[in-house]
């Protein structure tokens, strides 16, 4: 399922960036990683509470 997953992924930066230039390429990046990062926190492999929290 994973190589399907980045297909579509890399599909549609490919047409962000041929159809909006770079901005649209590094929108849709940041998106796709702020969508990654939730996934894994959700489905608990990244303790987001750690990454915000306050720092001693």
């Known amino acids: ?12 930066l490919g047409f962000a960036a041929a159809f909006g230039g770079f901005g649209a390429f590094a929108l849709v990046l940041l998106l796709g ?9 959700y ?3 990244v303790d987001l509470a750690r ?6």
């Open 1 to 12: 399922m994973w190589p399907i997953v980045g297909l579509a992924f890399g599909t549609a």
């Open 33 to 41: 990683l702020a969508g990654f990062v939730a996934g894994r926190a």
């Open 43 to 45: 489905e608990g492999d």
């Open 51 to 56: 990454l915000f929290g306050e720092r001693r």
